[in-house]
Structures are given as structure tokens and as C-alpha cells.
């Protein structure tokens, strides 16, 4: 069966630091993947997502950008965190044909100080 | 443009009914449905593929209409882990990305 992780559960990170997420996916080939941000009693923003390695789709401007290295890794960067960075991540994946469902990771919840 | 869910918050009795609605302003080539538990990610419970079709989970199914443009989330004898926030995410065509409405906070009391 297929599995998402995506570290760390929660980092606090003070304005300016660069960050580092990571997500992987296990048991499927080809995935989509998806960046999604989620502030406190709010709905999903969608971030990135990416339909192959080095196939990366922006939907937001803004001082985050993603990689996918490796056909199952997706990676969420910033070099200078802002306080307005500050939320819930959460990676996804799925299945590349038709519309088909998503499914989470854990998530992260940053802090930035 | 992102679709619209009503109520955005909605209070039940263990064993009360609860309708959730999702409206789109453009025709929907399909509709998700996920509920996120406080603190935790959102977990898939069903998508529906074409206009007319119902679907059913347990004691929670759904509606496709696609002349109005609306999907809805019938949540039966409601039990207390029910509670959570419900998204619909809407697909406008084939190859389009999901779009997630605002929530619907539900809360199911003994």
C-alpha cells in the first residue's frame, strides 16, 4: 500500500532562517505531488505541485519554492523565512490519471518567531 | 475561484443529521470530499464523477448536482467522531487541480 511521510511534525524557526521540507512517497510510481499551507481555522492553500521530476507549477508568489528531485521526494525550501510563513503544511499525493483522489501527510506546523 | 460551503459552522446532538453544501460558479467535472480532525491532515472520504451520482460511507454520503453546480454531504445519526472540518475540493476539468472550499466546522455533542 502506498504511504506519505513528511518531517519534521513541528519546527520554530526565527525570521530570516532558511528552511528545509521534505515529503516522500512510498508504494506508487509517478505520483502528483502537492504543497499545500493551511493557517490556524483556515482552509488549503495550494502552494506547488508537480507533475514529474523537475516539473514544478507555482500557484502563489511568494518567498517559497519546491524541488522534486526524485520522482517520489517533493521538497518545500525558502531561503528567508517571513513571520507571514508561519502555518500548517502539508504535502500530498496522487494517482497521475483523471481526477483522483489526494492523500495528506502528517504535516508540519512552522512557527517562525 | 474557490467553491463556497455552507454552513460554515454547524453544532449537532449525538444521533441529529447534518447537511453540508458545496456550490461552485462554474460547471464541476467532479467533486472530493475530505474531513480534517482537529490538529491532523485531512483524509479523503469520497469523490463523485458524474452528475447525479450519490455515494455512501457509513452512515455519510453525498450528492452530485451537476446542473446546479452543487454537491452535498449528508452526515446520518451523527456519532461524536464525526466532529471535525469538512472540505469539498472541486476538479472544473480533466486535468485541473482541486480546489478546496472554505470548510465546514461540525461539532457533535453527547
Known amino acids: 500500500s502506498q504511504t506519505i511521510h513528511q518531517w519534521p511534525a513541528t519546527l520554530v524557526q526565527p525570521v530570516g532562517s532558511p528552511l528545509s521540507l521534505e515529503c516522500t512517497v512510498e508504494?506508487?510510481?509517478?505520483?502528483?505531488l502537492y504543497w499545500y499551507r493551511q493557517a490556524a481555522g483556515r482552509g488549503l492553500q495550494l502552494l506547488f505541485y508537480?507533475?514529474?521530476?523537475?516539473?514544478i507549477s507555482s500557484e502563489v508568489p511568494q518567498n517559497l519554492s519546491a524541488s522534486r528531485p526524485q520522482d517520489r521526494q517533493f521538497i518545500l525550501s525558502s531561503k528567508k523565512l517571513l513571520l507571514s510563513d508561519s502555518g500548517f503544511y502539508l504535502c500530498a499525493w496522487s494517482p497521475r490519471s483523471g481526477s483522483s483522489p489526494q492523500h495528506f501527510g502528517d504535516g508540519t506546523r512552522l512557527s517562525i518567531l | 475561484q474557490q467553491p463556497v460551503q455552507s454552513p460554515q459552522a454547524v453544532i449537532l446532538r449525538e444521533g441529529e443529521d447534518a447537511v453540508i453544501n458545496c456550490s461552485s460558479s462554474?460547471?464541476?467535472?467532479?467533486v472530493h470530499w475530505y474531513r480534517q480532525k482537529h490538529g491532523e491532515a485531512p483524509v479523503f472520504l469520497m469523490i463523485l464523477l458524474k452528475g447525479g451520482e450519490q455515494k455512501g460511507h457509513e452512515k455519510i454520503s453525498a450528492s452530485f448536482n451537476e446542473k446546479k453546480q452543487q454537491s452535498s454531504l449528508y452526515l446520518t445519526a451523527s456519532q461524536l467522531s464525526y466532529s471535525g472540518t469538512y472540505f469539498c475540493g472541486t476538479v472544473w476539468n480533466a486535468g485541473n487541480m482541486l480546489t478546496f472550499g472554505g470548510g465546514t466546522r461540525l461539532m457533535v455533542k453527547p
Open positions: 462554474k460547471a464541476l467535472y467532479s
Open positions: 508537480s507533475i514529474g521530476i523537475d516539473q
Open positions: 508504494g506508487t510510481s509517478n505520483p502528483n
